[in-house]
């Protein structure tokens, strides 16, 4: 079974294991989702699952959307989002239902997500520099980035030095998080650490690949 | 805001401890694994504060070691290792957060009990 589902992030929390051991718990609302598209190396030169999640009203859809989830044989609900995963083996068709138990627990995932904004942010924050002293005779160096390269030769600056600038917002993927808990009653999906994005993100949950 | 699909997934609460609060003379019976073996250990002080909320709570317990040291553990509220809490006595104290404590030995350190 193809092992992938989009999410929405629900929080954390601690549960115990067998041992009494206490550990950091990641909940995610997993699925259910459609299959809404299958990506075929003849037709569009790579192999992917389109996968649909979140039912909503059909008015909040433009008619595009709906038209794409309900063509020919395809009935699938309104989904308001709709995401690819890569797939070697294709075993899923257009219109079949993926819940939260493609996924076992002690199994390892990946999880992608959108990190939380930070705005514009030095580069302090941005990138770990240390700053300057705070002490001996120093003013406004505190937090200040330092040297971003030499003097006349080469004269600029190079590309890609970093310094300050947007933070966070960014597609972020934590790798290889165990499976502590999976509940298909309420889709639930349970994930040992923390995961990108604030509350309420969407993230993809995918096979892990470094496993 | 909490989402209740958090709260039931939490593990239920200990039934073996009961009611704590700052000031209350403890004695903590833990569990421990030594090996294939488990045994039940015995850290037995004041409650310096309670922290927390909901799974994350935790209590943190103070005793006077050999040699006038003090020794601080901090317990999970919820965690199935603890076999049981008993309050030996309940005493008086106006604060959460008992620090104060920390500064004072002997005879200074001692807590008046609580009736009710």
């Known amino acids: 079974m193809l092992k992938g589902l989009i999410g929405k992030k629900i929080g954390m929390t601690q549960i115990f294991d067998e041992d009494g051991v206490a550990i950091p718990v990641t909940l995610i609302e997993a699925g259910p989702c459609y299959v809404t598209q299958v990506r075929t190396p003849e037709k569009d030169g790579y192999q992917a699952v389109q996968l649909g999640f979140g039912e909503t009203k059909p008015k909040r859809l433009t008619g595009g959307q709906l038209g794409h989830l309900k063509r020919g044989s395809l009935s699938l609900p309104p989904l308001r989002y709709l995401r690819e995963i890569r797939a070697k083996n294709i075993d899923v068709a257009e219109g079949d239902k993926v819940t939260v138990e493609v996924f076992s627990v002690g199994e390892r995932v990946d999880v992608v997500g959108t990190s939380k904004g930070k705005g514009f942010a030095g580069a302090v924050k941005r990138h770990g520099f240390r700053g300057g002293p705070k002490t001996h005779g120093q003013s406004d160096r505190l937090r200040a980035p330092g040297s971003r390269g030499a003097g006349t030769t080469p004269g600029r600056v190079y590309k890609g030095s970093r310094g300050a600038g947007h933070m966070g917002n960014d597609r972020v993927t934590a790798q290889n998080l165990k499976v502590v808990l999976v509940d298909a009653e309420r889709n639930l999906l349970g994930v040992r650490g923390a995961i990108p994005g604030a509350r309420g993100g969407l993230v993809v949950i995918k096979e892990a690949r470094k496993a | ?116």
């Open chain 2, 1 to 116: 805001m909490m989402s209740d699909l958090i709260k039931s997934i939490e593990p239920a609460v200990n039934p073996n401890i009961p009611d704590l609060h700052p000031g209350d003379t403890v004695s903590v019976h833990v569990k421990i694994r030594e090996g294939n073996r488990e045994r039940i250990q015995e850290f037995k002080g004041i409650v310096l504060y309670m922290h927390g909320n909901g799974a994350n709570s935790t209590f943190t317990v103070r005793r006077m070691a050999s040699n006038g040291i003090g020794v601080e553990r901090t317990f999970l509220l919820r965690s199935p290792r603890i076999d049981k809490v008993v309050v030996e006595r309940h005493n008086v104290v106006r604060r959460a957060k008992l620090y104060y404590l920390r500064s004072r030995t002997g005879k200074a350190a001692r807590l008046k009990q609580k009736f009710n």
